[in-house]
């Protein structure tokens, strides 16, 4: 830029040369010499190019600067496009920068730049997003069905025997996704108060919109609840919001940390110690927003460093609560169908028609309004609440909901308090309810009443919950917790609990006392684990109850690696009140199905238990067999060729079958993943355009990942001379219609797109033109094949 800018202004002052008396004269045919150029007219009027630097940043911008008496002008739209507010600039379309108020103008003549300082309060505020992937990746579904089943099946001593099969079906496309689910059961002997037959669990299908986080269900479904209300199954349809279908979008209020920046700089945020970004800043205010994985309360650190090296550091606290939503942002959704009865006992069967809708609305980032309604015949049902934060010290939340079911009253009220710190956490949660408060949980189980009139059969009448954990740092974790729960006829739960947790080295330990106040004793566990390696480990654990005395059990654990092979596990529990406990289960999974099996029990009481999972996958007019898919999966295509190394997140996933497919399971939906090929595995003679990609693929679906290949006849060709010698390096090799290749080094080029016979005319690095024919074999059985030497005979000119 600086040369271009050099080269502008000495053009300007030719012009300028050209332009005066002395000039026209020579025009004119006056041989005379030139005199030199008049410098004080130069300085009185002059045009330059020059970059533009605003504050010590370079804004890209080459500008045209005139230069008249000393002063600089410079046409306002490219100061305003520069990032000069046009309020600070006088009317005109050019501005003597030289004359602005609080500005200083500076002209670097060695590097052609305009300098100019201007106040910071001039400049733009910027908000700088953090943890945000600038690249956006569209999720992709193909079209496909899918079987994930679970086959398993025991005998128990003295009990008797059993199989079932549980299966879910899916078929996806575009348009959606269609699931059922059942469970097929059949008791040999024994096991009598379980039927045999086929039942079905849940058939739906469902729609996404990605792009408006909106899904849509219809079917068999669950309503929407919040916190203060239940969920329901019904038969029918539901809309609402689905933030899971935008994994890079954070629904939760954030922090936002502002700064001014004199000059152009760098800042590093660390959050709680751990370093969570950094940007290059522009001089100006500044916002850094949306910083990543943050919850609860914390520090962050801003370091600036300027160009100098010189750093200024900051320390903001903060609290970040994820159950709030940003201000502005909605959350909800709405149930209409019928209620489902005996779900597990029954394929079909619904009840009366009801409604269920539940609402969140951000209304700023400190507040977050709820609310909730059911409906039915004969009820009822509405509810509002609030969540707040109260500045560093967490978040209080409360609801009142009132309903009216078969005529009877009732109303709930729920509050709470949370906080989430570095060092300990703090919970309470509080409910009361009337004995006569309904809602649809309630509403198709048969009314039973007492002599009084009052219901004998509804939610709990109060429930209290305490939870505290506090981080000793070396010491451990130390955590309590207080549960109270009185039911509707007044009979009250309570329970205590007390836990200590320690890593000593690579083992870990835990210890935990729980205690109800209506009862005498404590029950104490003790557990320490021991790993031995990556996969092995050993646990010891002793645990005391007043009803069931004391046991201590020793088990050993040998996990799974995570590409397949085997696992086993054994335990044996000595037990004071009880016969000896024995168990040992052995297991084995490869990219197909995962096997397992065991025995468990104590003597006279043993059970056997077997156990097969996977799923059989349809796609690209193929089959696949993998383990059990409960999200999203890949296949991957290498256009029919065997053997080929796919990685996936930069991981060795398999190579492709015979038919050329490798099928990748346990792909996270929406989660952008990277998808390669190994072309050291391939032909010498294969082409192939791309060997990686960048994969979306949506929730409960599959995607073909196609790497088109194409085998090419390909070849080295040794070029001589008609003295033997091989041909000068650099020489060009040309073909009719292909293009050019080059000689290197004894006389060996490499040859693409070669035929049964190849015509060679080959010029060298001199001029000198010689031609030759060679005969290539037609099927190399995809190896590489070197021909020659063949003797390229001279040409004359």
């Excluded at 080269?7 to 004269?25: E, G, K």
């Excluded at 006279?604 to 007019?621: C, E, I, K, P």
């Excluded at 390909?714 to 033997?724: C, F, M, R």
Aim: glycine share 10%.
């Amino acid at each position: 830029m600086a040369n271009r800018a050099s080269a502008l202004t000495t053009l300007s002052v030719a012009t300028f040369i050209a332009t005066t008396p002395s000039a026209a004269r020579a025009a004119n045919g006056d041989d005379a010499l030139l005199p030199p150029p008049d410098v004080r007219a130069i300085n009185a009027r002059a045009t330059y190019h020059l970059g533009l630097v605003v504050n010590h940043y370079d804004t890209g911008q080459l500008v045209q600067a005139t230069r008249r008496e000393g002063d600089f002008y410079v046409k306002a739209d490219d100061l305003k496009q520069a990032g000069i507010p046009a309020d600070h600039l006088p009317a005109g379309a050019e501005i003597n920068v030289t004359r602005l108020p609080e500005v200083q103008t500076d002209y670097d003549s060695t590097r052609q730049r305009l300098l100019l300082t201007v106040p910071n309060h001039w400049l733009p505020g910027r908000d700088i997003t953090l943890g945000q992937d600038p690249d956006a990746v569209a999720p992709r579904n193909s079209t496909g069905a899918l079987l994930n089943y679970d086959f398993y099946t025991n005998d128990t001593q003295k009990s008797g025997s059993q199989a079932s099969l549980w299966h879910e079906l899916r078929f996806f496309s575009d348009i959606g996704t269609l699931s059922s689910t059942g469970i097929a059961r059949q008791t040999f002997q024994g096991y009598t108060s379980q039927d045999n037959g086929y039942r079905r669990y849940d058939t739906t299908f469902t729609g996404n919109d990605e792009k408006d986080t909106v899904s849509w269900s219809v079917g068999d479904v669950i309503s929407d609840s919040l916190t203060w209300s239940s969920s329901v199954r019904m038969g029918g349809i539901s809309w609402g919001r689905d933030f899971s279908l935008r994994p890079d979008l954070i629904t939760y209020p954030l922090p936002a940390f502002s700064g001014e920046a004199a000059v152009p700089s760098t800042v590093d945020v660390f959050i709680n110690g751990y370093r969570s970004g950094s940007t290059t800043l522009q001089p100006g205010p500044f916002t850094l927003t949306n910083l990543p994985y943050v919850n609860g309360s914390g520090d962050a650190v801003l370091v600036t460093t300027d160009a100098q090296g010189r750093q200024v550091s900051t320390t903001l606290p903060f609290y970040v609560a994820s159950d709030l939503l940003k201000q502005g942002l909605s959350d909800g959704a709405f149930t209409l169908g019928a209620l489902r009865r005996n779900y597990g006992l029954k394929d079909f069967d619904y009840g009366p028609a009801a409604g269920s809708g539940s609402l969140r609305y951000g209304v700023s980032d400190w507040w977050t309004a709820e609310a909730h309604t059911e409906g039915a015949e004969s009820l009822a049902l509405g509810g509002i609440g609030s969540m707040f934060r109260i500045g560093q010290f967490g978040v209080i939340n409360g609801a009142f909901t009132q309903s009216r079911m078969r005529g009877d009253r009732g109303q709930q009220i729920n509050w709470g308090y949370q906080y989430n710190g570095a060092w300990f956490n703090i919970g309470t949660q509080h409910t009361e309810r009337d004995r006569t408060f309904g809602n649809l949980a309630l509403y198709d189980l048969q009314p039973v009443y007492d002599i009084n009139r009052q219901p004998t059969s509804t939610l709990s009448r109060t429930s209290d919950q305490y939870t505290f954990s506090l981080n000793l740092g070396r010491y451990g974790n130390l955590g309590a917790a207080y549960i109270d729960v009185r039911s509707f006829d007044d009979e009250k739960t309570r329970l205590l609990n007390l836990s200590w947790s320690k890593n000593f080295w690579d083992s870990s330990f835990y210890v935990a006392a729980s205690h109800d106040p209506d009862k005498e004793g404590w029950t104490v566990a003790m557990s320490l684990q021991i790993p031995f390696g990556t996969l092995d480990s050993v646990a010891l654990s002793v645990d005391n109850a007043r009803d069931t005395g004391t046991s201590t059990r020793v088990t050993y654990n040998h996990a799974m690696p995570s590409d397949g092979g085997f696992n086993w596990d054994m335990a044996y529990a000595n037990r004071s009140r009880d016969d000896d406990y024995q168990q040992a289960s052995l297991g084995w999974r490869n990219n197909a199905v995962e096997l397992r099996g065991g025995i468990y029990g104590e003597s006279g009481g043993y059970t056997r238990w077997g156990q097969a999972s996977g799923s059989l996958v349809v796609m690209d007019n193929a089959v696949f067999a993998a383990n059990q898919i409960n999200d999203a999966f890949a296949v991957i295509s290498t256009n029919g060729q065997p053997n080929v190394t796919v990685n996936f997140e930069n991981q060795p996933a398999g190579q492709t079958d015979d038919d050329g497919y490798l099928l990748v399971s346990g792909v996270t939906a929406y989660y952008p993943a990277t998808y390669s090929i190994n072309t050291l595995d391939l032909p010498a003679d294969t082409r192939i355009k791309d060997t990686e990609r960048r994969i979306a693929i949506k929730r409960g679906s599959g995607y073909v990942i196609a790497f088109p290949m194409d085998r090419e006849r390909v070849a080295s060709v040794i070029l001589h001379d008609e003295h033997g010698e091989p041909l000068p390096v650099s020489s060009q090799v040309s073909r009719p219609m292909l293009p050019s290749a080059i000689v290197g080094y004894e006389g060996i080029a490499w040859l693409e797109n070669i035929s049964d016979v190849n015509h060679l005319q080959v010029t060298t690095p001199d001029g000198e033109r010689c031609a030759v024919t060679f005969n290539a074999i037609s099927d190399t059985g995809h190896m590489l094949k070197t021909y020659g030497p063949v003797i390229c005979k001279k040409e004359s000119r």
